[in-house]
């Protein structure tokens, strides 16, 4: 420090002397240096004091002010700090739509959260948009900037705006884009009118323009006129008249222009509701649910050109044509169909449309009203048994129809099926039964069928009761030697409980092969309930018994008897004769089946025999079996001449005759099955024979090889069109063979082929009428290469009720053709060189290698031996 002062005064005493060596300076130059040398005592001054260093870390624009204390032992120093913070400013983009002679105004909030007023100064530009030039924000609060962009046509517009505060000297950029779009109507107008009829109207045309204007006029409504151009002055708005003719009824909504000639327009939205004209007519139209009408209404075209009219109808059960079209001056009656399928009263309406001639129209008054009961003829039964009669529903509707059944009277009339469910527009004939509980009583019944969509069918249905007479016939089998029986069904017919008494008696002279079952002959049987009084039946002889079950009823003064005829039938008790049928389908085979009378006691050309073929009732192909069995009579010596036709003659005894009767059957399948049938022969006077046939159709030989290629990883497909040989169009079912590979599929796999029919020349074609090889049901057959391997072979199989078809398919790779090319190298030998390799082949070729090696050994076998004598002599 010593050293630093001696310097200072040194310093300080060779700057006086130089200035007083110097000349006075000017008065500016002394003050100016009198500055520097403060400042630089005051540099000495801040060297020789502690520094502290101090962050301002504002959170937004504004003053901050503070204090720093600063304490210690000795005394106590208060600093006043001021921190200022401004606003780096912001830069944004604002974006304005809105259609043309429209404004938008967007308003730009400033906040000052100071305590001093700020004035806020802006620069703009840009056309079409407007803005103030300054604004005061009072300290404290917020205050909206509004910017407004206000287009006269459409356009797209680009502008700058520049706010300012001059307290903060912040400023705010604002990049601006406006577009113009089409502009909005000038006014929505709503017009009310009625077809056929006139109504004029006036607008309100403003000038937007800044001169006397004539604009055009326009409009897509056709039914609207007025001049084609209007005036407009200058600032002024001019009234333009428009004339309103519309022809049909309705809500349209369309548009007038008017263009300046500079293509700016301005235009106006009408809205027109109009009513439908008077009713032409009223037409009253009645009629019964479920039943039609038919009205007949009158059009004419008033005009000399044809005319189309649309025809619409409004009224539920309405049916009718929609169009009719009319001549020039033309008149026509069109018909209308009432079906209603509700009762009731209501309004409906017929309206015929023309963009030419208008709306016509008539009010329809419709009146549907519930059918009369159906009255169904009296029924006439006897006591015990019961009498039937079908009734005809029909759906008129196109969904299910549910239908309960109400019976006033079920002891006597009994509905089936109940409840009743039809189809759409299905029809069904349900059964009412008639079982009497009285003679010579009326009783009746109403049966309702009921429906809430469709409304009822009521059915009033009587009947009388007789005296009983003969019951239906019970029948019995047995073979002969063994017993079999029957059950007969009695009915109590009364509404009490009765007692009945069952007696047999045999038809004819002789004992009978009948018996009674039971230990008793009286039953006590409640009111409708059923009684069975089983009857056994015994034949000791093929042939035909009858006898007679007679129920009496006990306990009356005039006593009731119910007959119940039963017949026997006999048959052959044990015939083990069994033949067999083996056939292809679309195969014929044929054998004479001798079929032996076992236990016939009369010669065979005293009787008269049936035969009759016995289908199990859960056979499958049941038509396609009826078809493929035929059979028929033959004679005896038919029969020989069959047996010795083989290769084997065989000796028939001359008796068989007696007692054997021969049919010729002949099997002709269609399609494979495999089923045991009956083949039952049945005598005039009684007596039946049973003979078990086994029929087995194998399936039939392919129609056809189909032959399909297809490249590895792709599919193929090849299609045909086939016909049912019979004239009906059969349901159908393709498929493949288990055996057959997966890689084979058809289509479709269901379906409907169509039938053969036969034109008047006899020609053959298809149900539809065209040729038979054109058209038909098609088939395609497709087929993927999966891997290389052997050909790939499977069986289609098209099947219906009756038919089978029966394809052989193969599929395999296409066939590989080795390329042929051409090489650009010779490579053919010079003829020179070819002779010597000829001749070197023809020199080994001589040459006995055999020879040469023998001579070798035997040279090599001399050349030892002189060796070793040289050796011993040496």
């Known amino acids: 420090k010593e050293k630093k002062d001696k310097k200072e005064k040194k310093d300080k005493k060779e700057k006086k002397d130089k200035k007083d060596e110097t000349p006075k300076a000017a008065p500016e130059a002394e003050a100016q240096e009198d500055r520097k040398a403060s400042a630089r005592a005051k540099d000495k001054k801040h060297k020789d004091a502690m520094v502290f260093p101090l962050m301002f870390n504002p ?36 974006d304005f739509v809105c259609p043309a002679r429209q404004q938008i105004t967007q308003d730009i909030p400033i906040t000052n959260k100071s305590d001093k007023d700020w004035v806020i100064s802006s620069a703009l530009s840009g056309e079409h948009f407007s803005a103030p030039r300054e604004v ?6 917020t205050k909206n900037y509004p910017l407004i962009f206000a287009p006269m046509w459409i356009c797209e517009v680009q502008g700058m705006l520049t706010l300012k505060n001059n307290d903060t000297l912040e400023k705010y950029i604002y990049t601006l884009k406006g577009r113009a779009e089409e502009p909005l109507a000038e006014n929505h107008i709503q017009v009310e009118c009625r077809a056929r009829e006139q109504l004029k109207i006036k607008l309100n045309v403003p000038n937007i323009q800044h001169d006397d204007t004539v604009y055009d006029v326009e409009s897509d409504l056709a039914f609207l006129s007025g001049d084609a151009q209007i005036m407009v002055p200058r600032m002024e708005t001019s009234k333009y008249e428009i004339t309103l003719s519309p022809a049909l009824g309705g809500q349209y909504t369309g548009s007038v222009t008017f263009t300046a000639p500079n293509q700016q327009y301005l235009w106006y939205v009408i809205t027109i509701n109009v009513t439908r004209p008077p009713p032409e007519a009223e037409v009253p139209i009645s009629s019964e649910m479920r039943k039609a009408v038919i009205a007949e209404v009158g059009i004419g075209n008033p005009t000399g050109e044809e005319q189309v009219f649309e025809v619409k109808l409004k009224g539920d059960g309405l049916i009718g044509a929609d169009t009719i079209a009319l001549g020039p001056y033309e008149s026509k009656d069109y018909e ?3 079906a209603p399928l509700s009762a009731g009263i209501w309004e409906g309406s017929l309206s015929f449309h023309s963009e030419v001639v208008g709306e016509y129209w008539y009010k329809l008054l419709l009146q549907a009203h519930e059918p009369e009961p159906v009255q169904l003829e009296d029924m006439h039964c006897d006591l015990g048994k019961s009498k039937a009669v079908q009734v005809l529903i029909q759906n008129p509707m196109d969904q299910e129809l549910n239908l309960s059944v109400v019976n006033t009277n079920p002891i006597n009339f009994v509905v089936s099926p109940a409840p009743l469910t039809l ?31 469709v409304g009822s069918w009521v059915f009033n249905v009587t009947g009388h009761g007789h005296p009983p007479t003969r019951m239906d016939e019970v029948v019995i089998q047995a073979p002969v030697g063994w017993s079999g029986n029957g059950n007969v069904v009695f009915r109590n017919p009364f509404a009490t409980t009765m007692r009945f008494v069952a007696k047999l008696r045999g038809v004819g002279d002789g004992p009978t092969d009948f018996a009674l079952m039971g230990k008793r ?75 032996h009378l076992d236990q016939l006691d009369q010669a065979i050309d005293q009787e008269n025999f049936t035969l009759e073929m016995v289908i199990p009732k859960d056979a499958q192909h049941r038509t396609s079996i009826e078809r493929a069995v035929t059979t028929e009579r033959t004679a005896f010596e038919d029969y020989q001449r069959y047996m010795n036709s083989g290769s084997s003659p065989k000796t028939i005894d001359p008796e068989m005759a007696k007692q054997h009767l021969f049919y010729s059957v002949n099997f002709i399948p269609l399609r494979p099955f495999s089923v045991t049938v009956g083949l039952v022969i ?6 039946m024979w049973r003979y078990d046939v086994d029929l087995e159709a194998l399936p039939p030989d392919p129609d056809d090889i189909i032959q399909i290629e297809a490249p590895l990883g792709r599919t193929e497909s090849v299609s045909f069109h086939l016909t049912n040989i019979f004239p009906s169009n059969d349901p159908f079912t393709a498929y493949f063979t288990p055996e057959t590979p997966s890689e084979f599929t058809v289509m479709p796999t269901k379906g409907v082929i169509m039938g053969m029919q036969r034109d008047r020349r006899g020609q053959s074609q298809s149900s539809n009428g065209a040729p038979a090889e054109a058209k038909g049901s098609q088939f395609v057959v497709s087929f993927t290469s999966t891997s290389y391997g052997k050909l790939l072979s ?27 090319g051409t090489t650009k190298l010779d490579r053919q030998l010079a003829p020179v060189t070819q002779e010597r390799l000829k001749e070197a082949r023809e020199a080994r070729a001589k040459r006995n290698f055999m020879k040469e090696n023998q001579a070798f050994v035997e040279q090599v076998s001399t050349l030892n031996k002189v060796y070793k004598v040289k050796e011993q002599k040496d």
């Open 59 to 94: 959170k937004g624009p504004g003053l901050y002010p503070a204090k720093l204390v600063f304490a210690s032992g000795y005394d106590v120093r208060v600093l006043e700090v001021e921190g200022r913070c401004r606003s780096p400013g912001t830069k944004a983009e604002l």
């Open 136 to 141: 005061r924000v009072p300290a404290g609060r």
């Open 336 to 338: 209308l169909v009432f």
């Open 423 to 453: 189809k759409p527009f299905q029809d069904a004939t349900p059964t009412i039964t008639y079982q009497p509980s009285a003679m010579d009583e009326h009783q009746a019944a109403q049966i309702t069928f009921l429906s809430s969509r």
């Open 521 to 595: 002959a009286t039953h006590t049987v409640e009111p409708f309930s059923v009684m069975q009084v089983s009857v056994s039946y015994s034949p000791k002889v093929i042939a035909e018994h009858r006898a007679v079950v007679t129920i009496q009823l006990m306990g009356q003064n005039e006593p009731l008897e119910w007959e119940f005829p039963i017949l026997g039938v006999a048959e052959a008790s044990s015939v083990k004769t069994a033949f067999k049928f083996v056939c292809a389908a679309r195969k014929e085979t044929r054998q004479i089946l001798p079929l």
């Open 682 to 687: 049945r005598k005039a006077t009684g007596g």
């Open 794 to 820: 499977g069986i289609l199989c098209i099947d219906t009720q009756e038919m089978q078809w029966r394809y052989e398919v193969h599929g395999s790779l296409p066939k590989y053709f080795t390329p042929e």
